[in-house]
């Protein structure tokens, strides 16, 4: 397994903690699939103080936590819920989310490699949510990143991979940095693909959490990342156009 | 004095973050900000507070 900034993880499934019917179910799906990193978020708090058994339950799964700045649509509200989330969650990893567009929710290109030099220079473990972009890739490693975190589809889409061919050339462009498909992951098949073109890992949260059954989907999703990345390192055969027949042909009777 | 803490304008006696903290009752895993600007936890008895500030206070939650 590649090593995410100094962390080795046990294995390729991060998951998200939104959306679950209820937080018995998030439970059980983490634990059923034994996921290694948990996404966060910080949000206001009431004076009841409702954010703290979320907190109790995402701790006692003794995950990895990968705080992110969900929402944020520039670099000044990106950094500021950055620096609050490192506070809280003890950690400088931070998945780094600027958003640019409402509908698609595809990131600020320019304002993320902004907020990802701010932050590198600061100290943090920067996963940034970016797009396919060669040239976007290359400007967040050039402020710092050592992870990439590209889309699939739009978040929640559940589209899948929606440029292979662009995620494909990201991941032999830059073949030594640890990536991560982040978004538009709706089936343990699409798990499974990005694992087979060589990432290191997928981040999903909808897929399991509006699953009928959240928790048996989780541990889909994670016996499909396994499939796909022992299909990656056995080398999968080239694809052909023609038929090449598997079972010999010499020696076959005369029958006709 | 008339501030606003998550959005909610409020009248507080509290001078500072870290006794608006104690007068809201808020405990537990949290993060504050002042003007839209982070305020660390061990800062909040330096961040003064002043009529129509804004005060955010966070915490842990779901995400993706």
Redesign the interface.
Do not use: C, D
């Given at each position: 397994m590649r090593r995410f900034y100094d962390t080795e993880l046990a294995n390729g499934l991060m998951l998200?903690?939104?959306?679950?019917p209820s937080p018995a179910i998030?439970e059980a799906a983490f634990r059923a699939s034994k996921a290694a990193v948990a996404?966060?978020?910080?949000?206001?708090?009431?004076?009841d103080?409702?954010?703290?058994p979320?907190?109790d339950i995402?701790r006692a799964l003794g995950v990895y936590v990968l705080?992110?700045t969900?929402g944020c649509h520039n670099v000044?509200e990106a950094v500021?819920t950055a620096?609050?989330?490192r506070?809280?969650?003890e950690t400088d990893w931070i998945k780094l989310e600027v958003i640019g567009d409402t509908d698609s929710l595809q990131p600020d290109v320019f304002g993320l490699v902004e907020a990802a030099r701010i932050l590198c220079d600061d100290g943090f473990k920067v996963f940034p949510y970016c797009t396919e972009d060669l040239v976007v890739a290359e400007k967040l490693l050039g402020v710092g990143c050592r992870v990439l975190m590209p889309w699939g589809a739009p978040?929640?889409s559940g589209m899948g991979l929606n440029n292979e061919y662009g995620l494909r050339a990201l991941r032999a462009r830059f073949p030594d940095i640890p990536m991560v498909i982040d978004a538009g992951i709706g089936l343990p098949s699409h798990a499974a693909r990005a694992m087979e073109l060589g990432f290191d890992a997928v981040l999903l949260?909808?897929a399991v959490a509006k699953a009928g059954d959240p928790e048996q989907m989780a541990v889909a999703m994670a016996e499909a990342v396994i499939a796909g990345q022992r299909a990656a390192k056995a080398t999968p055969m080239e694809p052909r156009d023609m038929a090449s027949p598997s079972t010999p042909v010499i020696g076959q009777a005369f029958l006709s | 004095m008339k501030i606003s803490v998550n959005g909610d304008h409020m009248d507080v006696v509290a001078t500072t973050m870290a006794e608006l903290l104690v007068e809201l009752a808020y405990d537990g895993k949290i993060a504050t900000a002042l003007n839209e600007e982070f305020v660390a936890a061990n800062n909040r008895d330096n961040a003064t507070l002043r009529e129509g500030d804004r005060v955010e206070i966070l915490a842990p939650m779901q995400g993706g």
């Open positions: 998200g903690t939104a959306q679950y998030l996404t966060v978020s910080l949000r206001r708090e009431g004076r103080g409702g954010g703290q979320f907190w995402i705080p992110n969900a000044k500021t620096h609050m989330a506070e809280v969650f978040i929640g949260n909808t | -």
